[in-house]
């Protein structure tokens, strides 16, 4: 099989039953698989997954266990030799999915690509980033972030100095949708589940490239994401009272105390030697 997508539901039914449809409406030309993974969201999925699709693998979670522990159990589950990751809020576009497909094949030392994503009227998302330095959610939640030199960071951050019209390497991309090489994960690793949500994606692009394989961002390759930041619904420090917002600070403070440890077990070792 070519490709599994996997798709991991929390409360989103109808986005859910929307995204599916459309891998039908685009009729694909590959082999794939479609597995769900349900966050025992209670919202009647599974139902209307066995109405409408009956050819899609269902797998429903005892509890909420988070989205990178989720798709790793789709992951398990999967036969393709591709594995397309894409949230409830993606609509895929006729092409898209084999324009994807077919950089990797052309591309052996690319682990993941993943599409432009475009709102529904259009216009491009930013969806590739630079990696982050410790105070980059500093300034992106306070007003620090208005400071000049705080602003070219974010500016940095963000590839602002490039307009996003043409393939290129990157050092991570959204999560939102994305498409990864089998052997790869093989070799890296699924993702990290200490992540319950946020930062799993950017975690997991560095590894790749630490293992010296390539993320890519292919702009002729257009999905359309629905997109809710949820963490961002507050914004500013008046956001710690969100809970998706105390999740993704949490989630900050793993990733970058995972790799703050890594780089002091590396220097003791250097010094070891």
């Not at 991991?8 to 859910?16: D, F, S």
Request: charged share 25%; hydrophobic share 40%.
């Amino acid at each position: 099989m070519d490709i599994s997508v996997i798709i991991v539901n929390y409360r989103t039914p109808g986005l859910l039953k929307q995204c599916i449809r459309g891998f039908d409406l685009v009729h694909i030309k590959l082999s794939y698989e479609i597995i769900v993974i349900d966050n025992n969201s209670g919202d009647g999925s599974k139902d209307m997954i066995a109405e409408h699709f009956p050819n899609v693998t269902y797998i429903s979670s005892p509890s909420n266990v988070g989205l990178a522990k989720a798709i790793n159990a789709g992951i398990k589950k999967s036969q393709g030799d591709f594995i397309l990751i894409v949230n409830p809020d993606i609509a895929v576009l006729d092409g898209a999915v084999e324009k994807l497909y077919n950089f990797l094949q052309e591309n052996p030392k690319a682990a993941l690509v993943a599409p432009r994503l475009v709102n529904p009227d259009g216009t491009t998302q930013l969806s590739c980033y630079k990696f982050p330095s410790r105070m980059v959610p500093v300034y992106r939640r306070t007003p620090l972030g208005r400071l000049p030199w705080a602003r070219n960071s974010l500016q940095e951050y963000l590839m602002l100095d490039w307009d996003h019209n043409n393939n290129r390497t990157v050092d991570w991309v959204l999560g939102a949708s994305m498409l990864i090489r089998k052997s790869a994960i093989d070799q890296v690793g699924l993702m990290d589940e200490r992540f319950f949500l946020y930062f799993e994606d950017v975690d997991w692009c560095r590894r790749f490239w630490e293992q010296q394989w390539e993320v890519h961002y292919i702009a002729d390759a257009k999905m359309v994401h629905y997109h809710q930041r949820l963490s961002a619904e507050s914004p500013g420090l008046s956001g710690i009272f969100s809970k998706a917002t105390r999740i993704h600070i949490l989630s900050g403070i793993k990733y970058f105390m995972k790799y703050f440890d890594q780089r002091k077990k590396k220097e003791a070792a250097q010094d070891a030697t």
